[in-house]
């Protein structure tokens, strides 16, 4: 069974950075996309970001030019750079497949932006 365990999140200022990281029970290798996902309170559940096994990204567009997805095979390990934080950036940020596997949602990681 693939567990994923988001983590990294916390509070910080608009404006600042954080790195999220999802660490993979299973190796990654043969999951072609993998995505970061949000759900803010309210509001369904997002993709943000994805990168396929080629390195081929995909970004929302309002986090276009501030967070970075990138994914490290070897670790089984996908990472998101957030930087330029914004108050609207708050949520809970999980990690999955693209497409997602339910079975797969862990238990996410909380990012709170405010000053």
């Known amino acids: 069974q693939v567990q994923l365990v988001e983590s990294g999140g916390g509070l910080v200022q608009p404006g600042g950075s954080l790195r999220l990281s999802c660490a993979a029970s299973?190796?990654?290798?043969?999951?072609?996309?993998m995505g970061w996902y949000r759900q803010a309170p309210g509001k369904q559940c997002e993709l943000v970001a994805a990168?396929?096994?080629?390195?081929?990204?995909y970004y929302a567009d309002y986090v276009k030019g501030r967070f970075t997805i990138r994914r490290d095979n070897a670790k089984n390990t996908v990472y998101l750079q957030m930087n330029s934080l914004k108050p609207e950036d708050t949520a809970v940020y999980y990690c999955?497949?693209?497409?997602?596997?339910?079975?797969?949602w862990g238990h996410g990681t909380r990012v709170t932006v405010s000053s």
């Open positions: 299973v190796s990654i290798f043969s999951i072609n996309a």
């Open positions: 990168i396929t096994n080629g390195g081929r990204t």
């Open positions: 999955n497949t693209r497409p997602v596997r339910n079975a797969y």
